[in-house]
């Protein structure tokens, strides 16, 4: 694994011993391993040293990190003509911008189709062409995917002879049939999956990494990303033949292309494409180009959803606030709303549509709220990670553009592959499918189609669609959990993974502040997820009657952590119930400014009560430092460490950089002076003991105030360093400063 992400080739996992009690989501926690000396090389890289555990756990190599740092395009781009049929399909389009023929843009509905069309549209536009239709089917009475009364009104009205299938068209055999029987040139540019059996639709050229006979490992892009490789193959087509010459007007200079990719990382994110190598790249591109706001749809948007100028235009952003509006549209209004808003360029037409699109998106949330309240009332039987099989729910009276949020929802709650459909126009059940790691939903919808047991529908891995009678639900539904049946989902239910185990004192601003450099977050690439070890539950606070705030304390430490709509939830009561207990927490962190100040928060996925050698009364586990003066040690020290958490390889490789760290926990053992001038002082936390060097400290206050110190408790401010001696190697403390505690601290 060569660029951070959970994938195949990441290290072995460990689940948790047989001490660990379960948790209150009843999920078991799996905990990522690290090659021995994996993280001190990543260290020796450049790498934090929270960064290297997390990246080290994820397998990355200290040979990779330098290009993961960076991740730039040029380094990431392939050769676009590596995908099947893509010389052939660009060199169609750069002639039809020579000759200035018209061309016809069909593409599908969500964020993904919209910025596809928005991206096609722009890069014409940059290439001195503006002769295009643009139409995109009607949700409800089209439905997904190119139609041949729609392809052939597309030649019949708008005389296009050459159209581009933008996001779909990969199983429209009979849609594609027809329009090329009536003499249409079909450019499909797609991503999802094809058939299994290898077969192709007709057309001019087929373009989608996920054919079968495709090779160029590029299956993970969006449609969006494939358009963006599209227009590098056909504007270097159009800069062979001459084109960019500035003559009958013509552009002067070929289009920088890179500065599309804001829709390219808005479409990789809201399609939930996983984040790495190319897709890591384009997001890490565009987002800087989203924040600046190049695009005026895209700066409409984030004005009325209150993302202020000088705020950045995040993943998250794209995945939790801009996508949702974009959907809104295709979901409940015009599907065409969200591509018209993106390729608009008049200013008072893009502030109309981008408040239309706020308006359906507040409209869509009370409407997905009240289907999944109905999808989840079916389910009640279910129990969250125990029934490994399908969460089916048909909702009578729901809106079909929000059945794929319910759909999700349900998913979410029952720990399960879940689908809900409604009745459509045709009386038949339509609907969505939202899964899980390890069972994929599109490849088991389309075996349902090839055996006719549905009348359709298809989908990619983690999301799909559907249409069938109500006669093929119960035979659907079987051969839907036999195939669950078969998967590692099945045998192991959800797991949930966790990158590294900490304590609350490495929780510090500049060490979470250092894992942003694995951004961007999201599908293959999830925040860094950590088991806190044994922490109490200090305080509650319950926020808008559905959230809880917690504050957890080690020591004399403390941390605020979240988690949402919980409240009245068996989640919830436990929480509740284990007030004032030591816990361990499954967390993301990330930091928290309130009226400038900077501090570290977490946000809560799992709770469960601390067990084995972690579950120490929190009071004494973890080095954290004590109020007073001692807390100005720590202002001095790089880090804070225990004695038992040293590294010897890792600081024998960082010695040179004079690196300090604060020793807490230490007790004075044994003192002994050396020539008579130097004190060696032994220390030991409990089970670890080491030697601290104070140089010239023979004589004066400096002794005297250790040797009142043996059998006393110590927080100790020094350098850590490798000693060698007849061929072996300790850590000692080259010893700068201390302090004395009164209280018993081992």
């Not at 990441?10 to 660990?20: C, L």
């Not at 289009?255 to 939930?272: G, K, Q």
């Not at 699109?357 to 009332?377: C, F, G, I, P, Y």
């Not at 570290?600 to 004590?626: K, V």
Request: net charge negative; glycine share 10%.
């Amino acid at each position: 694994m060569k660029d951070g992400t959970h994938n195949d080739m990441a290290v072995g996992t460990n689940e948790e011993g047989p001490g660990a009690a379960p948790s209150f989501r009843s999920r078991d926690w799996k905990l990522l391993e690290a090659p021995a000396g994996r993280s001190v090389a990543l260290r020796r890289a450049g790498a934090n040293p929270l960064l290297s555990r997390v990246l080290a756990a994820r397998g990355m190599l200290e040979e990779d990190y330098a290009n993961y740092a960076e991740t730039l395009i040029k380094d990431t781009m392939p050769d676009p003509f590596a995908m099947q049929d893509m010389e052939k399909g660009a060199k169609r389009i750069a002639r039809a911008i020579r000759e200035g023929q018209r061309i016809g843009i069909w593409s599908d509905y969500d964020v993904d189709g919209a910025a596809s069309a928005a991206l096609f549209i722009e890069a014409l536009r940059m290439c001195g062409h503006r002769d295009f239709v643009l139409r995109i089917p009607d949700r409800i009475t089209e439905g997904y995917g190119p139609n041949a009364p729609g392809l052939l009104a597309m030649q019949a009205e708008n005389d296009c002879q050459l159209i581009c299938c933008l996001d779909a068209g990969i199983v429209a055999f009979e849609p594609l049939k027809a329009a090329v029987a009536s003499g249409v040139e079909m450019i499909v540019i797609d991503h999802h999956n094809a058939e299994q059996d290898g077969s192709l639709p007709p057309g001019y050229a087929i373009i989608n990494p996920n054919r079968i006979d495709d090779t160029s490992g590029l299956g993970h892009l969006c449609a969006a990303g494939v358009t963006f490789c599209f227009f590098v193959a056909v504007v270097r087509e159009l800069r062979e033949s001459g084109h960019f010459d500035g003559k009958d007007g013509r552009p002067a200079e070929r289009p920088e292309l890179m500065n599309l990719l804001d829709l390219v990382a808005l479409a990789t994110v809201c399609d939930v494409m996983k984040l790495y190598g190319l897709n890591r790249a384009f997001v890490r591109a565009g987002v800087p180009i989203l924040t600046a706001r190049r695009h005026p749809g895209i700066a409409a948007l984030a004005r009325v959803a209150d993302i202020r100028d000088d705020q950045p235009i995040d993943e998250k952003s794209c995945g939790w606030i801009l996508g949702p509006r974009i959907n809104a549209g295709g979901r409940i209004g015009k599907s065409d709303s969200g591509a018209r808003l993106l390729i608009a360029e008049d200013s008072i037409e893009i502030e109309e549509r981008a408040a239309a699109l706020h308006a359906m998106n507040v409209d869509r949330k009370e409407m997905s709220d009240t289907v999944t309240q109905a999808a989840l009332a079916q389910l009640e039987d279910m129990v969250p990670g125990r029934d490994r099989r399908l969460a089916f729910a048909v909702v009578e009276e729901a809106h079909e553009g929000v059945v794929g949020i319910s759909a999700g929802k349900a998913k979410e709650a029952k720990d399960a592959p879940a689908i809900v459909v409604t009745r459509d126009h045709n009386g038949n059940l339509k609907g969505s499918a939202r899964s899980v790691a390890d069972v994929n939903i599109g490849h088991i919808i389309q075996d349902a189609a090839a055996a006719n047991l549905i009348l359709g529908g298809g989908g990619h891995g983690m999301a799909g669609g559907l249409n069938l009678r109500d006669d093929q639900i119960e035979g659907f539904v079987a051969f839907a959990n036999a195939e669950i049946a078969k998967t590692q989902y099945f045998r192991d239910g959800v797991l949930s993974e966790a990158d590294l185990e900490v304590q609350l004192k490495e929780l510090t601003v500049p060490a979470i502040q250092s894992l942003d450099q694995m951004r961007p977050f999201g599908n293959g690439n999830q925040k860094p997820v950590m088991v806190l070890k044994s922490v109490i539950i200090e305080g509650l606070r319950i926020l808008k009657e559905q959230h809880y705030k917690i504050t957890f304390k080690a020591g004399a430490q403390r941390v605020d952590g979240l988690i949402w709509g919980v409240v009245g939830s068996e989640i919830g009561k436990a929480i509740e119930a284990h007030h004032g207990q030591v816990v361990d927490v499954l967390c993301t962190a990330e930091i928290n400014e309130y009226n400038g100040r900077l501090s570290p928060q977490i946000m809560i996925e799992d709770i469960r009560p601390a067990s084995g050698a972690g579950a120490l009364d929190a009071d004494t586990a973890g080095p954290s430092l004590p109020d007073g003066e001692a807390a100005g040690l720590a202002a001095s020290a790089d880090e804070i460490v225990r004695l038992a958490e040293v590294d010897l390889e890792e600081v024998e490789i960082n010695q040179g950089s004079r690196r300090l760290s604060l020793v807490t926990h230490a007790r004075v053992d044994e003192i002994r002076d050396i020539k008579g001038t130097h004190l060696k002082v032994y220390l030991s936390d409990g089970a670890t003991t080491i030697i601290a060097l104070r140089w010239n400290g023979v004589g004066g206050k400096t002794e005297e105030r250790f040797r009142q110190s043996v059998g006393m408790d110590l927080s100790l401010l020094g350098e850590l360093e490798v000693n060698e001696y007849r061929g072996k190697k300790d850590l000692q403390i080259k010893l700068k400063d201390f302090e004395r505690h009164e209280e018993r601290l081992i």
